[in-house]
């Protein structure tokens, strides 16, 4: 089949656009109001877009909580997502009143950032904490404006529980990330293999 997304008519009962781009990571982002309020939210239109130096971005589909606190400090977190933290990043993704601590809500510690003044959630077995450097109201084809608020982030510090250092490495297999898929599905992680590319192989 083919639909245009003009039409989006794809006669099914849901659109299936997030079920092709998947899996998607989970950033779980921490932010705090100039009030001095905390917030935790997931976006799953997150991704690592650069590494020299360490850039991530999320998303926002119109304007939330989080996206008005990083305009206010210009600062968040990103923490990781385990199977074990499952329940509380989705209770975390409430939508609640301006101003309401999801930390709280989801009964997670906050802890404060070393470089940011941002919260992460503490119990996370890795954290990023970084500074803003662009936030994009992302254009359409035309170039007019959308409702889509992408936040640009440069990564300044790294948190990491010892426990998931195995061999010199941040084992993800033992941090087990929950990934986001289409329509309620979300997924564990597989087996991880090895790939070599073609100027690596021997
Ligand atoms: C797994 C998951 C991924 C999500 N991804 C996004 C996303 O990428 N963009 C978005 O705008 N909302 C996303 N949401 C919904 C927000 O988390 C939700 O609207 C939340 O209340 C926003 O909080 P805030 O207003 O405190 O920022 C996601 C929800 C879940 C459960």
């Not at 099914?12 to 989970?26: E, G, Q, S, T, W």
């Not at 991704?47 to 130096?53: K, L, Q």
């Not at 977190?77 to 993704?93: G, K």
């Not at 490495?169 to 293999?193: H, K, N, Q, S, T």
């Amino acid at each position: 089949m083919f639909y245009d997304t003009e039409s989006n008519a794809h006669g099914m009962a849901h659109d299936p656009f997030k079920a092709i781009v998947a899996p998607r990571p989970i950033g779980w982002i921490g932010s705090k109001g100039r009030d001095g309020s905390r917030n935790l939210s997931p976006y799953s239109f997150f991704n690592a877009v650069g590494d020299r130096p360490k850039m991530v971005m999320f998303s926002s589909s119109g304007r939330k909580d989080s996206l008005r606190n990083v305009e206010e400090t210009g600062v968040f977190t990103a923490s990781f997502v385990s199977r074990s933290l499952l329940d509380q990043m989705s209770a975390s993704s409430a939508a609640v009143p301006y101003g309401e601590d999801e930390f709280a809500l989801a009964g997670l510690t906050a802890a404060q950032g070393r470089l940011v003044d941002a919260p992460y959630v503490g119990e996370a077995v890795a954290a990023l904490e970084c500074r803003v450097t662009k936030v994009l109201t992302l254009p359409d084809m035309e170039g007019d404006e959308t409702d889509s608020h992408a936040v640009f982030g440069q990564v300044v510090g790294i948190h990491i529980a010892d426990a998931m250092i195995r061999d010199g490495r941040f084992d993800l297999a033992f941090a087990e990330p929950i990934m986001r898929l289409g329509y309620m599905d979300y997924a564990g992680m597989g087996p991880v293999f090895e790939l070599r590319r073609p100027s690596q192989r021997t």
